[in-house]
Nanobody, 123 residues
Framework: QVQLVESGGGLVQPGESLRLSCAGS????????IGWFRQAPGKEREGLSC????????YYTDSVKGRFTISRDQAKNTVYLQMNSLKPEDTAVYSC????????????????WGQGTQVIVSS
């Protein structure tokens, strides 16, 4: 069973950084395309970033491009989302999701989701 566990959320001030982790539990993330998403209260879920299984190609939505970086550590079986220059509008529940043997350019759904981690950006 594919289980994803997010961690690293918290309360930070504007301009600060956080690194979110998405760990595979009981399986290896190798071979899975991993996406990061967020959902703020009253808003729809937003896709933020993706890293492809096949070739490591990454994708970022415009609102986080240049501030967020996705990366994969195979040895730790973890995908990270480094978030810099955080803004109050980044406040949301952040979730990772996995899809087997796919690519960020073509994936149309993610089969497995983590439980999410809360990020609050406030002064």
């Amino acid at each position: 069973q594919v289980q994803l566990v997010e961690s690293g959320g918290g309360l930070v001030q504007p301009g600060e950084s956080l690194r979110l982790s998405c760990a595979g539990s009981g399986f290896t993330l190798d071979g899975y395309t991993i996406g990061w998403f967020r959902q703020a209260p009253g808003k729809e879920r937003e896709g933020l970033s993706c890293i492809s299984a096949s070739d490591g190609t990454t994708y970022y939505t415009d609102s986080v491009k240049g501030r967020f970086t996705i990366s994969r550590d195979q040895a730790k079986n973890t995908v990270y989302l480094q978030m810099n220059s955080l803004k109050p509008e980044d406040t949301a529940v952040y979730s990772c999701a996995a899809e087997w043997n796919s690519h960020c350019g073509t994936v149309d759904h993610f089969s497995s989701w983590g439980q999410g981690t809360q990020v609050i950006v406030s002064s």
